[in-house]
């Protein structure tokens, strides 16, 4: 590979940025084993970060175009309802438990990740390209998390025992963490969040970064400041 070729691509994320993420990568995965057990990992936005991180350390546009189709939407509305919190008109109320002052501080801090993990996909997008397969990619993803959620994991409401036990994972049972929902039947309620989650949310956010990110395989223009001479051509 040429000399200006390994330079371009080794800038594309910089290194302190790969540092951080991977620390805090750490961080959260030792509190949320311990806080809410292995179960919690498998939401959405945690798979999403997991996809970020192997994106920002390897490079390879897929995890992260896949992490960007999946939670872009619902990322920036939890920071809009977050937003409206703090001045006390929350927009749904997903954000309560950031105001909850039962939950330890700490806690609430490592959560904030919902709030920069969307502006952090769209720089890390931006700098390795959209790759387009991730659409069908998140789907089989999302579709197969949900699978696991409903077969094998529990149903609101948490057990008394067990207070912080992750349950209703990714919805797959209603929308609220306290009871299932009732208006239809469990696995037609799993039915329309397979079907829906895709048509609302994945499909038109692939779109817009199709239409917005330069694709994966296009060659990537650097900043000024990152431009390398070839000494050889």
């Avoid at 997903?94 to 993990?117: C, E, K, N, V």
């Avoid at 790759?131 to 008394?160: E, K, N, Q, S």
């Avoid at 009732?182 to 499909?203: E, H, K, Q, Y």
């Amino acid at each position: 590979m040429p000399p200006l070729e390994q330079a371009r691509r080794s800038r594309r994320i910089p290194p302190t940025l790969k540092w951080l993420l991977t620390a805090f990568v750490a961080v959260q995965i030792v509190f949320y084993w311990s806080a809410y057990g292995p179960t919690n990992f498998l939401y959405f936005c945690d798979v999403a970060l997991f996809l970020t991180l192997f994106s920002v350390v390897t490079e390879i546009p897929l995890p992260a175009s896949m992490a960007a189709v999946g939670i872009l939407l619902p990322q920036f509305l939890w920071v809009a309802d977050f937003a409206g919190g703090l001045f006390g008109y929350p927009i749904v109320g997903m954000t309560d438990y950031m105001f909850d002052s039962d939950q330890p501080l700490y806690a609430r801090g490592i959560s904030l990740f919902h709030g920069w993990l969307p502006f952090l996909l769209l720089f890390v997008v931006y700098r390795l390209g959209y790759d387009r397969r991730a659409l069908a990619a998140w789907t089989i993803v999302a579709w197969g998390l949900m699978l696991v959620a409903y077969f094998f994991l529990p149903a609101p409401p948490a057990p008394p025992d067990r207070p912080n036990l992750p349950v209703n994972v990714n919805y797959v049972f209603g929308t609220s963490d306290k009871q299932p929902q009732d208006a239809m039947s469990p696995l037609a309620w799993l039915g329309l969040m397979m079907a829906g989650l895709p048509l609302l949310f994945f499909i038109p956010t692939h779109f817009l970064l199709q239409r917005s990110m330069r694709p994966s395989d296009a060659p990537a223009s650097l900043p000024p400041e990152e431009m390398v001479l070839d000494p050889v051509n």
